[in-house]
């Protein structure tokens, strides 16, 4: 056990469509487990015995039902009961010091009875959940696929206090500005989708050496770089390295909390070095979908899309490992690498899960430098900003003209790894930008008085509006937007 305190995350998507090591599901009190959790492949002979008000469901990982059927304070002191549980069945990560997830869905506003006082409800839920989780250790993901409740929670929790100390808290109200103006892109690695079980580029090295039973030709490889080193192991398999690669990256894993946190910032541009289709997955959860995949989609009149800049695990062959790789894909995918760094000249792009290191990829970036300093006699400003969990000193001096450099391997609050998730999750704060609750009476409790009058009269003038295609329909449509509801 570690001394590093628990803390509350919200996640726009699906249970079934996270990495956690434990989670709690709603029921009632005859402990059928309804088909809202079957995604879960969560197996169940006979009713739950709900005699506690909550039990265990049985599962490979810990899943506790708790029955809606009663007051809220005690729907939340059930809850409660089943952290507790978890943090006694769930053993903690010693190597990094990051306490283990835990799935809650925003209890009882479906059909636990509690819906008409949406906002009340998740102010209780969240300031019950902070509390919890800062005296059992425990992280609590709060999952919600409803774009209201989310903006919702993201707006409530936007006046409380932040866990991160200030220049980070500062850098992450700037980012999370950007993506609310539409202004910030994404570029992801391997370090995203290693908490889902995929490895990373190293570890992939290490498992193809031992697939190809060439472990001790490879320790004597440190001389080289880790695309020579992938351009050996490649020698000895030419014909299935490629489709042996993508088997690495298939499989039954789901998003992890950094790929749910990062869709949740609604960023319509997306580079990947990635293989693997987890962060289309944790999209597509929230409800919206990325539209194009690049080079294979085109974007045109797309909204959204993601560049696999390396090929994913759909299309093997193209697959960019090697030294060799990377000379086919510059002449062969050119267009491809000039958006990357059309990206890196108009928006701001974050870098996440990245170790800087992939020569293909700094090889673009230092065009777009030289670009800067030919053409823009007044260039200033960084191209983008890269979350390192490492402490990697070296890169962030070479790079501190172009890239804003944070430092997330040194604090209080954990390891980099773990501190990535907390600043994440608080961009997304800062990033929610859907105001559908605001004039949906549900969502009340979360106005100050003076403003709930305002939104009265709001969905006062939504219910007068005429009801056709004239002048009036693109304020009728605005404030639907808001939340107002057709006029019965």
Not at 197 to 223: N, V
């Amino acid at each position: 056990m570690t001394g590093v305190s628990g803390t509350v995350f919200v996640v726009h998507g699906r249970l079934e469509d996270l990495t956690w090591q434990g989670a709690v599901i709603v029921t009632d009190d005859r402990g059928l487990v309804g088909k809202t959790w079957r995604g879960l492949s969560l197996s169940q002979d006979a009713p739950l015995d709900m005699s506690d008000g909550w039990a265990l469901v049985p599962a490979d990982v810990p899943v506790a039902a708790v029955s809606i059927e009663a007051t809220y304070d005690v729907v939340l002191d059930r809850i409660d009961h089943c952290l507790e549980r978890f943090r006694s069945a769930i053993s903690r990560d010693h190597a990094t010091a990051t306490p283990p997830l835990v799935a809650v869905p925003v209890v009882g506003i479906g059909r636990g009875g509690f819906g008409d006082d949406r906002g009340e409800i998740l102010r209780r839920l969240l300031e019950r959940l902070a509390s919890t989780t800062r005296r059992l250790g425990l992280d609590v993901a709060v999952v919600t696929p409803d774009p209201s409740v989310y903006a919702a929670a993201q707006h409530l929790r936007r006046g409380g206090p932040s866990v991160l100390p200030p220049e980070l808290e500062n850098a992450a109200r700037d980012l999370g500005g950007l993506a609310a103006r539409g202004r910030l892109a994404l570029f992801t690695g391997a370090g995203v989708s290693a908490p889902s079980g995929l490895p990373t580029w190293t570890t992939l090295l290490g498992q193809l050496a031992d697939l190809y039973d060439i472990s001790d030709l490879i320790e004597e490889t440190a001389g080289l770089s880790a695309t020579d080193v992938a351009g050996l192991i490649e020698q000895h398999a030419p014909k299935t390295f490629q489709a042996d690669v993508a088997a690495r990256f298939t499989g039954d894993h789901r998003p992890s909390l950094l790929h749910a946190l990062l869709a949740g910032l609604d960023a319509h541009e997306v580079v990947t070095t990635n293989y693997d289709l987890l962060f289309e997955r944790a999209v597509e959860a929230t409800g919206r979908g990325i539209t194009s995949v690049l080079p294979w989609q085109s974007a045109v009149d797309n909204e959204r899309w993601i560049l696999k800049l390396h090929g994913d695990v759909d299309h093997a062959d193209q697959s960019v490992l090697t030294r060799h790789h990377m000379v086919r894909y510059d002449a062969a995918n050119r267009p491809s690498a000039s958006l990357l760094q059309s990206l890196l000249l108009t928006r701001h792009t974050l870098f996440v899960g990245l170790s800087m290191s992939d020569d293909n990829v700094i090889r673009l970036m230092h065009e777009v430098q030289e670009y800067r300093r030919v053409n823009e006699a007044a260039a200033t400003g960084r191209f983008g900003t890269v979350l390192d969990v490492r402490g990697d000193a070296a890169r962030a001096s070479l790079w501190q003209d172009q890239l804003h450099w944070l430092d997330l391997s040194v604090s209080d609050l954990g390891p980099g790894t773990r501190v990535i998730r907390l600043f994440l999750d608080r961009v997304a704060v800062h990033a929610a930008r859907d105001a559908s609750w605001l004039l949906d009476e549900r969502f009340a409790g979360l106005l100050p008085p003076e403003h709930r009058e305002v939104a009265r009269l709001a969905r006062d003038l939504n219910a007068d509006l005429p009801a056709d295609d004239g002048p009036w329909a693109v304020l009728r449509a605005a404030l639907r937007e808001l939340g107002a509801t057709p006029p019965d």
